[in-house]
């Protein structure tokens, strides 16, 4: 099972979202990423891209995307942020 590894970053934005829904949906991701690390999108916005890196994936929950890092050598996933999508461009 991969390894999640939470930057300050996410958790400062998870502490923002006020949706017990939105929440809920952000952990089960965070499971499905755990068991399947690579089921992110490589389509990410340049802007999303040029913050974190080539190897930056992300996974929709509505209305954020949730961007994360992944290595495949050591088997971790790195939970870098919550990007509005809005924002995400």
């Known amino acids: 099972m991969t390894k999640l590894l939470y930057s300050d970053r996410f958790a400062n934005d998870l502490a923002g979202v006020t949706s017990t829904k939105i929440e809920r949906k952000i952990f089960d991701i965070l499971d499905a990423i755990e068991v399947a690390s690579d089921i992110g999108s490589k389509a990410v916005p340049e802007s999303i891209?040029?913050?974190?890196?080539?190897?930056?994936?992300?996974?929709?929950?509505?209305?954020?995307?949730?961007?994360?890092?992944?290595d495949a050598e050591?088997?971790?996933?790195?939970i870098e942020a919550l990007i509005h999508q809005r924002a995400a461009w």
Not at 50 to 67: H, Q, T
Not at 74 to 78: L, P, W
Request: no cysteine.
């Open 74 to 78: 050591r088997d971790i996933a790195f």
């Open 49 to 70: 891209r040029s913050e974190f890196g080539e190897g930056v994936r992300k996974l929709a929950v509505n209305p954020f995307d949730l961007v994360y890092t992944y």
